[in-house]
Structures are given as C-alpha cells and as structure tokens.
C-alpha cells in the first residue's frame, strides 16, 4: 500500500530543545516537500527536496532545516523551536506533481 | 510568485443541493490545479486535479473548470452529502527548476445542513 508515515504525530516541547520529525514514503517518489499549516493562511512550503542530496528553501524556511540522505525519507529539523513555529506540519511526496500528503505533525512548543 | 485567493470562506448548502467554491491565481504560467479535501483532524486528501490544457474534469459528483484566460478556476459539487462537510483547499502549481511547490488558497469550510 502506498504510504506516507510521519512521526511524532503529536509533540509538545519547550523552546530550543532540538527536535526532528522524520518523513518517510514508499513510493519511490523523487520529490518531497514540508509545508505548514496555520489558520487562515492555508498551507505553505518549507523546504522541497528533488532527490537524494538535493533540497531548497522554501517560502517559509527561516528556523527549519531538511536533509535528504534517503530516497524514502525526509526528516525536518528544528534546532531552536521558538512558540511562533507552533503549527500543524505534512510531509508531501509527489509523482508527476501530483502531492500525497502524511498524516501531518501537530507540534506546540511552549 | 503565484498567489491563489479562494472564496467564499464559509459554504453552507442543504443536503441534495450543489456547492461551488472558486479560485483565481495569478501566475499565467501555472499549469496544474488540484483540489484537496481536509476532513477535521486530517491529511488533505487530493480529490480533483486539472491541468492546463483542458477546460474542464469530471469524477462523478464532483467536476473543475478552469477559465484560463480569466485565471480563475472552480470545484462543483453535485448532489451534496453529509460525508461532503470538510474544508476544501485549491492550489495552483508550476514546476519551477524542479520544485512542484503547491500554491493554496486559504480554504473553504463546506457545512452539508441535512
């Protein structure tokens, strides 16, 4: 079956304790994104990768970082989270620009 | 870049009747247009896409149009169910030295009233 896992769903953290929320697909799809989720602005890209080593900013990086080592997973990082990064984050794969989304990673940082 | 606005917010519609949900984006050289389907607590679900080179797309209850010259692109749907009430998001897509970025609009919150 074809599959986007992320994990944690759900995290609660303080700020600037570093933390990572792995992506994984088994689509074999070359192209992953994050995006975040915030009330009233839809969703918006952080980071894209095209293939393994191969990853770019976004609209909305600042505070994120990605890496690509895999083909299959996508992990986010956040080395310092700060309150205003409290949001609701999807992994995103895509063949053919069609996007499948995770299960999505509701984050508080406190 | 591109910048996609979708209306109306907030869409209530009795059961049976049809709902309409429209978006315009500005970028002319976007070529793909998918619709999502977010049901509360999940994944946005692709439920419709268009490209470019067609005017319109149909999938049982569910058809886009898209006006191109206008640039503005709409999701009907049809016979409307209870199991329709969710948030439905548009997007508007360029593959742009490789990236396959989704541009959304801010969603609509489609109320099914029984």
């Known amino acids: 079956e074809a599959q986007v896992t992320q994990n944690p769903r759900y995290l609660i953290t303080v700020t600037g304790k570093k933390l990572t929320v792995t992506c994984s697909q088994n689509?074999?799809?070359?192209?992953m994104s994050w995006y975040r989720q915030d009330p009233g602005l839809g969703l918006r890209q952080i980071y894209y990768?095209?293939?393994?080593?191969?990853?770019d900013k976004g609209d909305v990086p600042e505070g994120y970082k990605v890496s690509r080592k895999e083909k299959r997973n996508f992990p986010l990082i956040l080395e310092s989270p700060s309150p205003n990064q409290t949001s609701l984050y999807f992994c995103?794969?895509?063949?053919?620009?069609?996007?499948?989304f995770g299960p999505g990673t509701r984050l508080t940082v406190l | 870049g591109e910048n996609v606005e979708q209306h109306p917010s907030t869409l209530s519609v009795q059961e049976g009747d049809s709902a309409v949900i429209k978006c315009t984006y500005s970028?002319?050289?976007?070529?793909?247009f998918p619709w999502y389907k977010q049901e509360l607590g999940k994944r946005p679900q692709l439920i419709i896409d268009?490209?470019?080179?067609?005017g319109e797309k149909k999938d049982q209850r569910i058809a886009v149009t898209l006006n191109k010259t206008a640039k503005h692109f709409s999701l009907h749907i049809t016979e409307t169910q209870p199991e329709d009430s969710a948030v439905y998001f548009c997007?508007?897509?360029?593959?742009?030295?490789?990236?396959?970025?989704?541009?959304f609009g801010t969603g609509t919150r489609l109320t099914i009233i029984p």
């Open positions: 995103a794969t895509s063949g053919g620009q069609k996007q499948f």
């Open positions: 689509m074999n799809h070359e192209y």
């Open positions: 990768s095209m293939n393994v080593e191969v990853t």
């Open positions: 970028d002319s050289a976007s070529n793909y």
């Open positions: 268009i490209r470019s080179n067609v």
């Open positions: 997007a508007a897509s360029l593959v742009h030295f490789g990236n396959e970025k989704l541009t």
